[in-house]
């Protein structure tokens, strides 16, 4: 079974320019997370779907950042325009219905100049 | 707010050693608590505790759940190099619209040869 993909690995960008992440989840996963880890934390929850639906996004700093999930399975996170502050790994996982242990994907580094 | 601390941060043992990670957590209606193994990037689920005292075991890595206390140990036995990692505790909360996952801070575990 493949895992979580995610792409790119590693991005970095001056600030002020726009990024995006993409992320596939494993098949049949219908429930599918983003998260941001900074150095030396946890991850922090930024949004969470169920199939195409966003039914939490309170963490999704939503004047720069946006999501979407379009026919419930992959999905993009933006950041337009990126800040210094948003330098960090964002993860994507996912999770089978009912079910609350996630998969995660590799991540993507994100380093804003 | 709810919240999870983990202690130590950080922790250096030689190989043979037992060790002893602490979860403690103040969360609005828990449902469980999860245990990750962080080692480049992508957190892997360990274990999932919903009862208090009843040990979950894999190899030389077991865990038990107290809610009295609202805290998890993680015991790692006969320690091994490749044990060095971010082991990271998530306790989830119920919503009405569904559920949330707060992660700690991890316990950076490094294991010497």
């Known amino acids: 079974e493949a895992g979580v993909v995610q792409s790119p690995r590693y991005k970095i960008i001056e600030k002020k320019q726009p990024v995006a992440f993409w992320c596939n989840p494993i098949?049949?996963?219908?429930?599918l997370y983003w998260y941001r880890q900074n150095l030396g934390q946890g991850p922090e929850l930024l949004i969470r779907?169920?199939?195409?639906?966003?039914?939490?996004d309170s963490q999704l700093p939503k004047d720069r950042f946006s999501a979407e999930r379009l026919k419930g399975v992959d999905s993009t996170l933006k950041i337009q325009p990126a800040e210094l502050g948003d330098s960090a790994v964002y993860l994507c996982?996912?999770?089978?219905?009912?079910?609350?242990?996630?998969?995660f994907g590799p991540g993507t580094r994100l380093t804003v100049t | 707010e709810d919240k999870v601390v983990q202690s130590p941060l950080s922790l250096v043992v030689h190989e043979g050693d037992t060790v002893t990670l602490n979860c403690s957590y103040e969360?609005?209606?828990?449902?469980?608590l999860l245990w990750y193994k962080q080692e480049k990037k992508a957190p892997t689920f360990l274990f999932m505790l919903?009862?208090s005292g009843i040990e979950k075991k894999s190899g030389r890595l077991s865990s038990i759940l107290d809610k009295k206390e609202l805290s998890s140990i993680l015991n790692i036995t006969a320690t091994q190099t490749g044990d060095s990692a971010i082991y990271l505790c998530?306790?989830?909360?119920?919503w009405g619209y569904g559920q949330n996952f707060v992660f700690g801070p991890g316990t950076r575990l490094s294991v010497l040869p």
């Open positions: 996982a996912s999770s089978n219905p009912h079910r609350p242990e996630q998969y």
């Open positions: 969360v609005t209606n828990f449902r469980s």
């Open positions: 779907y169920e199939n195409e639906e966003a039914v939490d």
């Open positions: 098949s049949g996963h219908n429930t």
């Open positions: 919903t009862s």
């Open positions: 998530a306790v989830e909360a119920v």
